[in-house]
Every structure is written in C-alpha cells, then in structure tokens.
C-alpha cells in the first residue's frame, strides 16, 4: 500500500513545503554566509572558544521511540547552524534517561560536576523533570526541557519549549464536549505524568459539560510501564455505550494501545488522543493501525509559516521525506532558544547569563507558529491545533483540520 520509494512517500503537502524550504534555503544562503553569526549578537559572534551543552533523552526504556526525536531535532539546528550556538561551538554531551527519575541522577550529575556543561536540554520523561531540575538548580544550571512539563515549585532555572503536561489534554477537553455527542472513554498511565495529562482533558471537559462513560464517571489508569496487551481494558469500552475514547500514551505503550485498539471491539469507537500518540517514529510503528486518530497538538508540519518550511526542509532532507515530529521541533527550538539566549549573555558566558538572558527573549519565531514563555510558569502560550491522521498522497501524516485553543499561563 505503501510506496517503497522515499519522495513518493512525502505527503503532497510536505513535498511543496520542502521545496518551498529548500529555495528559502538558498535564499538565505546568498545573502548570509553565516546565518548563526549573523543571529548571533556583536559579542558572541567574535566568540572562537567552545561550550558544552548536555542533551538527556530516552535513548533505551518505555520512551525510546520518542527519544532519538529529542536528540536529532537538536543536532539538526546545529547542522544547520555551523554546529555553533551564540557563535560558539559545540560539545553535545548525550546521556540517557531510559524509564527517567532516578536513572537520569547520574547522568546529570556527571554532566553538572564533572563535564561542567553551560545548560542542559532535553529531557522526554516527567519524572525525569522531578530528579534532573533540583540539581541543575542547586548547580545554577539552566535546564531546556522538551518533553511535557509537570508542575514544578522552583521554575528559576527551567525553561520549557514544549507545554504543561495538562495542556494537550486541556485544549481538546472542549472540543470533544462539543462535537462528540456523548459520553467518552478515557485512559492514561499510571504515572504521574499520566495523571497530570488526562486531568487536563477532564477538567476541561467536565467544565464544558461533558461526561465519562467510564464506571464511576473515573478515568481508567494502566499499570506503566507493565501493561504491553490492553485487550482486557479495550474491551470494557464497548458495553458503556462510549461515543469516543481519549487517551494519552507515548513511545511503546502508545504502539501497543493504537494496535490493540485497531483489532478490539471498540475499533469503531473514534479514538482522540493527546498528539504523541501518534509522532514520528510511533506513528511508523503503528502503520494502518493509526489511520483516523484525531489528536490535539501544538504543531503539525503542514503550518504554513517560513520558520516552518526551513525545518520541514531541514529535516525531510536529512530523513528521507519522513514527516517531522512534534518531538523534534521541541529541540529544535531548544537550541535556538539556546542559540539566541549565549549570544545575549556575550564572548564568555556563563550558566547564570545564560539563565538571565533566556529569560528576557520574548517572542520566539517557531516553526509552530510565534510563542513566547509565561513570565510565571516559563511554559509556552501557543496555539493547539486538531490533528487527524491520514493518508495525504501516500503517506500516512499527522494532518492539521482546524484550530483548538491558545493555552499558557
């Protein structure tokens, strides 16, 4: 069904963005012949000396088909960018987090004590947030963080590019309030993270009058990361009279429950999910099996912005015309947040200036539209978007068809 050819896989609208990128591209190539020096600030674009960035991401454990996203979108602004940032050059020191919380304790610690990096970026798990932040606090090491954010006390040194953990779910509570008809099936992992995801739906939903079809009107949390078969739980959806399931899962959970769901009884219940459900390397796992998931996400490749074409082009060159996850885009701006924050803080920078500086930015020009982070909570107030995964040409894509909502505090 699907071509083995890698250009005929591009969806039509990705192949016009890339082209359009690629021209852009070479646009921006003959006027500049040094776009980071050039974005980079008088003091920092003098600067020779080199710094060393730590990344940690899920390279093994339950979210390693979401790590190596976090990981290449970083390296593919540095690619881009003549491997330097505020006109420095680069060490990448990458270190796993695997399931994340306390395996991701030494990982950080080696970066902060004894590879003394300038900051650190990454990070795909919550509980991960809950070990790693404390110590680079402690350290006055500024933590750029892309996965999903949990609420945290002392925000001082952690700068989110991604959203609340609250948020996808937030955004699409509504919305299915108001267009599904009646009552939804929810289900999320047992886990903190979970927990904070699918409150984020029934708050909201609850709000707009919606109700759970769930017994007891009470989510259904799954054992994390023991549960690979959710047959057994599939199965209950059908006998409650549910109108849609939502659900957040992510990496090799989110596989096993889109499959599950594909080949259960409650196959013909529409699924609605927070959008990592269905990203990059998940959604090829996946296969037919994600056909028709309608997703709430703070971006979709199909944005017609020029931030967006640049890193549509960038990484479908790279990756053979695989469409760009959300995960990605999330580093990628980390390092240009990164990128922009060095060259405020001058010709030596320093873990606190470049604290500071990060956090007078402002406006962020993003490939998921313009966003800048909340004064409080240093989380984005961006757009959320509804996604339906479907074939556009021959591949199978995360589609935007329509707006949700601005969220940020």
Same mark, same amino acid.
């Given at each position: ?8 896989? /591009?969806? /039509?609208? $990705? ?12 646009? @921006? ?11 980079? +600030? ?24 979401? *790590? &190596?996203?976090? #990981? ?30 306390? @395996? !991701?304790? %030494? ?27 404390? #110590?680079?606090?402690? @350290?006055?090491? %500024?933590?750029?963080?892309?996965? +999903? /954010? %949990? ?7 952690? =700068? ?8 996808? *779910?937030?955004?699409?509570? &509504? ?36 109700? #759970? ?27 409650? +009279? ?11 959970? !989110? ?48 944005? %017609? ?26 580093? =990628? ?37 313009? =966003?800048? $982070? ?5 989380? &984005?107030?961006?757009?959320?978007? $509804? ?5 556009? *040409? ?9 707006? #949700? @909502?601005?969220?940020?505090?």
């Amino acid at each position: 069904m699907f071509s083995s050819s890698p250009a005929s896989r /591009r969806p /039509r609208r $990705l192949r016009a963005i890339m082209a359009i990128g690629a021209v852009t591209a070479l646009a @921006a190539a003959g006027c500049s012949s040094d776009k980071s020096s050039k974005s980079s +600030g008088s003091g920092a674009a003098k600067g020779d000396s080199q710094i060393t960035i730590g990344l940690i991401t899920a390279l093994s454990g339950s979210n390693k088909a979401l *790590g &190596p996203d976090h #990981l290449n979108g970083f390296k593919l602004y540095l690619e881009t960018h003549g491997n330097k940032l505020g006109g420095h050059d680069v060490k990448l020191d990458v270190g796993d987090e695997a399931d994340g919380g306390a @395996a !991701a304790v %030494p990982v950080a610690n080696k970066m902060l004590k004894e590879d003394k990096v300038l900051a650190i970026a990454g990070i795909v798990a919550t509980p991960t947030i809950n070990a790693v932040v404390p #110590l680079a606090t402690a @350290a006055g090491v %500024p933590v750029v963080n892309t996965g +999903g /954010r %949990p609420t945290v006390k002392d925000v001082s040194h952690l =700068w989110t590019m991604s959203f609340m953990s609250t948020d996808p *779910g937030g955004a699409m509570g &509504p919305y299915m309030a108001q267009n599904v008809g009646g009552p939804v099936y929810v289900f999320g992992p047992d886990y903190q993270g979970g927990y904070d995801q699918i409150r984020g739906f029934t708050d909201s939903f609850a709000k707009a009058g919606g109700k #759970l079809a769930n017994d007891g009107g009470k989510p259904a949390f799954t054992p994390f990361p023991t549960t690979t078969d959710f047959t057994p739980f599939l199965a209950k959806v059908k006998a409650t +009279g549910a109108k849609a399931i939502y659900c957040f899962y992510t990496g090799s959970s !989110a596989i096993a429950f889109v499959k599950n769901w594909a080949q259960s009884d409650a196959k013909d219940v529409p699924l609605y999910a927070a959008g990592f459900i269905t990203e990059g390397g998940t959604l090829k796992a996946e296969g037919p099996a994600a056909a028709g998931i309608i997703t709430s996400m703070n971006y979709s490749p199909d944005i %017609p912005s020029a931030a967006n074409r640049t890193f549509v082009s960038a990484w479908m060159q790279k990756y053979n015309g695989e469409q760009p996850p959300a995960t990605a885009m999330y580093s =990628w701006d980390a390092a240009s947040v990164l990128d922009q924050a060095i060259a405020k803080a001058g010709p030596n920078p320093t873990s606190a200036s470049v604290n500071e500086a990060i956090k007078a930015l402002g406006q962020i020009d993003s490939p998921r539209g313009p =966003w800048q $982070l909340s004064a409080d909570t240093h989380v &984005p107030i961006q757009k959320w978007y $509804l996604r339906k995964t479907q074939l556009d *040409g021959t591949a199978l894509a995360n589609v935007k068809i329509g707006d #949700l @909502a601005t969220i940020g505090s």
